[in-house]
């Protein structure tokens, strides 16, 4: 049998393919896998402050109303504690389902952004404008999170003064209580 040898590859013409597939394959995977970490690992950060936020307002305008009911009636003490209790007890659950979901929100995120056009096109962006456009959402996110975060301390601190004054008007009931109905 014959060969042909127009039809082989010259040492240059190999090297020019492997340049070509890495250029155009490679280096946009690779950098595509690193911006999608990143942007996943950021908006579950923002998913699970958000939802810690949620929980802990809701349970802090709970809890103060329950205060201001204690406040007017003694006879509704027993029951504050009640429904204080319940409140621990939904907020730790929601925690928790919080941090089970935040694994499912980061897969889902992924998915939605590799479906997207517009986002598929940022991301032949030259490599310096995508780095600084992710510098700047970064610590945008990162403002976000440290304004969450304060909110969500004040919120504690404002649940613990609560969880206070319940205790100081349940000593003052029980000491009106013991004054003006002995038993």
Do not use: C
């Not at 329950?66 to 504690?81: F, P, Q, R």
């Not at 939605?112 to 056009?117: C, F, G, V």
């Amino acid at each position: 049998m014959e060969t042909n040898k127009e039809s082989s590859l010259t040492l240059q013409e190999k090297e020019s393919i492997r340049k070509y597939m890495l250029d155009l394959v490679v280096l946009p995977g690779a950098l595509l896998t690193v911006v999608s970490f990143f942007l996943g690992f950021f908006i579950n950060e923002v998913a699970k402050q958000g939802a810690y936020n949620e929980a802990y307002s809701q349970a802090t305008g709970v809890i103060m109303a329950t205060a201001a009911e204690a406040a007017k009636t003694s006879g509704k003490i027993d029951g504050l504690y009640k429904q204080a209790s319940v409140l621990l007890v939904e907020a730790e659950e929601t925690r928790k389902k919080v941090e089970l979901s935040a694994a499912d929100i980061a897969s889902k995120v992924s998915k939605d952004l590799s479906n997207n056009q517009s986002f598929m096109k940022k991301l032949s962006l030259p490599l310096t404008q995508i780095g600084n456009n992710l510098e700047q959402k970064i610590k945008v996110e990162e403002n976000k999170r440290l304004v969450l975060v304060k909110k969500q301390k004040v919120n504690e601190s404002k649940i613990i003064n609560l969880e206070e004054r319940v205790k100081t008007t349940e000593s003052i009931v029980k000491y009106i209580r013991k004054t003006y109905h002995p038993e």
